[in-house]
């Protein structure tokens, strides 16, 4: 019976094209600041107006990371950073599915914010509000009654990891609107060079000097990978060799070709920054053996390449460690795997490894298949199908085909997480019932409540289930019915690639020639 359930699970078919259309919805509930006339998330209304007032900026947009009201600057760039990387890469498919102008308006009502919060070279307001008095109280974001106050980095207290960060997410942004908005483009490639020099140079970890994030996003990792992520952004977003040279020549002391990972999230970009950078490996290796047939005068040219080629040749060897990690080939080093095949990273918001990891495996899949190679993993290489179909397991798991046989993407399918850790979604909406709501209101007559939230946090992704592929619907249960933004960001793209496939699949079979029996 057990296995005839599994077989079931694995015959479902999901509609690609809705959970894409959800996904990009998600962000509309989670923003701050003034909303605009083509908000689609009718029960969200304004909030956070006077953000940055007391220090004298304009802090207003941006977005609420999760279920709270906090703007917290590193996971929000990280999160930017990922609509754009996703957008880059597949552009075309989002097109096609014609939510491209959904995922655009996403990525700017993050940058916008960015723009503001860089107010001048040396200094970026890293966080709005604090998680201990957020918390405190249970309220919709429109009638926050908690602190807003505003911390920032600066020359005496630098952010090295933020930062950084926050330049990668600018120059992925200023890669997806270079066409479109040039002008746009070219002002965020600007705030992410200014970014990147300030955070290389006043060197120092941001929660040292932020000391309210750390029970929140504290930065374990360092900022050495946000160095290294921001540089290759820019380097990407550029062509500008001097920014190459930099994720060359730091590669070893700033552990990109040392530290081999096998999770990619807001704090740990190494997996990320690997990828990227194996990716650019073929046109070193190209370049290097049309030097050879060239003349000895270029000789030192050829020795620069050689050593990138080699360097890279490296952080290739770190990306596959994490790839074939994923895939369960590895030799002793594997992620975790549920009962029901999910791959599991930690207990608390599980999904986000999740979410990271279909990314980049299906992203690595494409561009194995374009340039003709195989993943070269432990006792055997891996063809670029069987690592998007691993991809496309994860992301069916994560919308239903799982032993709870319920969508951990909110609003999707049937059967879905109802009570999700979330103030705004839990409470009676703002534009239904204007009346205030107090500090503590919301936790004596809705947080504690059994019935469903009144509004659908339509295309979040929560935490996800146990290791033993549990899940408790509860608002009590942040662990793994809080969601956030960083969490969905990964999957737009994968979503609109799946989506690709399963029409192409359609086109094929409706082509097929018809074959008589007789």
Known sequence: MAMEKKKQRHCLAFDYGDALKKSLLYFESQRSGRLPYNQRVAWRHHSGLTDGLEQG????GGYYDAGDHVKFGLPMAFTVTMLSWTVIEFQHQIAIAGELEHALEAIKWGTDYFIKAHTSPNVLWAEV???????????????????????????????????????????????????TNPHYSHLLLHHAQQLFEFGDKYRGKYDENIGV???????????????????????????????????????HFFGGIGWAMTEFSWDVKYAGLQIMASKALPQFVGVD?????????????????????????????KAEHYLCSCLNRNNGTNVDRTPGGLLHIRQWNNMQYVSTAAFLLTMYSDFLQNSNQKLNCHGGSV???????????????????????????????????????????????????????GCTQ?????????????????????????????????????????????????????????????????????????????
């Open 129 to 179: 509000g604090d998680g201990d008095t957020d918390h405190y109280c249970w309220q919709r974001p429109e009638d926050m009654t908690t602190s807003r106050q505003a911390y920032k980095i600066d020359e005496d207290h630098p952010g090295s990891d933020l930062a950084g960060e926050t330049a990668a997410a600018m120059a992925a942004a200023s890669i997806v609107f270079k066409k």
């Open 289 to 317: 053996r049309i030097l050879s047939f060239m003349s000895a005068s270029l000789c030192s040219w050829k020795k620069s390449t050689r050593e990138h080629g080699e360097t890279l040749e490296q952080y290739r060897s």
């Open 383 to 437: 063809d670029h199908e069987e690592i998007l179909g691993f991809a496309k397991s994860q992301v069916d798991y994560i919308l239903g085909s799982n032993p709870m046989n319920m969508s951990y993407l909110v609003g999707f399918g049937p059967k879905y997480p109802a009570r999700v850790h979330h103030r705004g979604a839990s409470i009676v909406s703002y534009r239904e019932n204007k009346a205030f709501i």
């Open 442 to 518: 919301g936790y004596d007559n809705w947080y504690g409540r059994e019935e469903p939230n009144p509004n659908v946090l339509v295309g979040a992704l929560v935490g996800g289930p146990d290791c033993q592929d549990n899940f408790t619907d509860l608002r009590s249960n942040y662990m793994q019915t809080e969601a956030c933004t960083y969490n969905t960001a990964p999957l737009v793209g994968v979503f609109a690639k799946l989506l690709q496939m399963e029409d192409q699949k359609s086109h094929d079979d409706l082509n097929q020639p018809l074959v008589a029996s007789f």
């Open 57 to 60: 900026v304009d802090l207003v």
């Open 213 to 251: 994030v750390k029970s929140y996003y504290a930065s374990v990792s360092g900022y050495k990978d946000e160095l290294l992520w921001g540089a290759l952004w820019l380097y990407k977003a550029t062509d500008n060799e001097i920014y190459l040279e930099y994720v060359i020549n730091k590669a």
